[in-house]
């Protein structure tokens, strides 16, 4: 009867360890870098932006955020004129075009000045139905849109790729598994 249980509760053990880590989220690049080219090509160009994926928040009801990919973005007026933004502009879709819900963010409208920067943290939840487990979440593309000065708004994309990096590659803390097997699981010794 011991050779009949042991291998089955040392698989539930297996599964049960497993299953409490938590998946991490990896996008490349790190920031995604856009840029406007100046209308003269010998100046420098009167926006760079930079985004990252942050990662993927877990639900939390007693704020009231719902399961959501947590994208940061920095803008930087490098020109002459005034650069206008409003973080509601921004929109995320993943792999398979699938259009996150609008983001939520804290900040308001802003407007740079030359030389001034803001950045903007947004968390795009997932639509009714939709978690991380079952959307394609291989490549994210970001879009948003800015005004120069007087002119036209101007939209900006910027697209990341899933990656996977190995054990040494990741930022600390280490999860609990070495790129090439396990670590940190159950150990069974059968014996006749």
Known sequence: MFRKICPALGILLLALVTGCEQETYYYSPNPAIAQIPPTPPQQSPPLT???TVVG?????????????????????DTGTDPISF???????????????LPPRVQQTPVTLQPTEAASVDALFPFPPGYSASNTNMS?????????????????????????????????????YYYPYGFYGGVVIVHRR
């Open 49 to 51: 932006a930079m985004a």
């Open 56 to 76: 993927v928040v877990d639900a939390n009801q007693k704020q009231g955020i719902p399961e959501s990919v947590d994208v940061r973005l920095r803008l930087e």
């Open 86 to 100: 409003d973080p509601r502009s921004m929109d995320l879709i993943d792999g398979s075009l699938m259009e996150f």
């Open 139 to 175: 490549s994210m593309e970001l879009r948003w849109q800015v005004q120069i000065g007087k002119g036209a708004p101007i939209v900006q994309v910027v697209d990341f790729h899933r990656i996977y990096p190995t054990y040494y590659e990741q930022p600390y803390p280490y999860p």
